[in-house]
Nanobody
C-alpha cells in the first residue's frame, strides 16, 4: 500500500519561498507519475506540477518560472520548491501518485494515491 505524507507548508509573505516535501512509502513501481495539486477554498482542485518516471515535467501556467518539482529517488521523496510566492498561491497542497504508467494523467480522478495535504498561506 502506497502512503504519501506531505510536509513543509506554512505561512509566508508575498515574495517568499517554501519547499514542500512528499515522503512516499510502500512504493515499488518502475513507471509512475508524481504530482502536486492544490485546492483553495471554494475552488476546484487544480494541477500544479507533475514529474514522470522518464524525467518529464509539466507546470501550470500560473506557476511556471516560480515553482520547481523534483524527486530524490534514494529518499523516495518528492519536492516542490516554491519561489516568488503570491497571495493567490494560498491553498491546501496535495501530493499524488499515478502508478499505472509513466505518463501524467490530465484527469485528477485518475491518480491512484493521495496525501493528506499541507497548507500554504501567502500574505500580501
Amino acid at each position: 500500500q502506497v502512503q504519501l505524507v506531505e510536509s513543509g507548508g506554512g505561512s509566508v509573505q508575498a515574495g517568499g519561498s517554501l519547499r514542500l516535501s512528499c515522503a512516499a512509502s510502500g512504493y515499488t513501481y518502475s513507471r509512475w507519475c508524481m504530482a502536486w495539486f492544490r485546492q483553495a477554498p471554494g475552488k476546484e482542485r487544480e494541477e500544479v506540477a507533475t514529474l514522470g518516471s522518464d524525467g518529464s515535467t509539466r507546470y501550470a501556467d500560473s506557476v511556471k518560472g516560480r515553482f520547481t518539482i523534483s524527486q530524490d529517488n534514494a529518499k523516495k521523496t518528492l519536492y516542490l520548491q516554491m519561489n516568488s510566492l503570491k497571495p493567490e498561491d494560498t491553498a491546501m497542497y496535495y501530493c499524488a501518485a499515478y502508478v499505472l504508467g509513466d505518463y501524467c494523467p490530465r484527469l485528477i480522478r485518475t491518480y491512484n494515491y493521495w496525501g493528506q495535504g499541507t497548507q500554504v498561506t501567502v500574505s500580501s
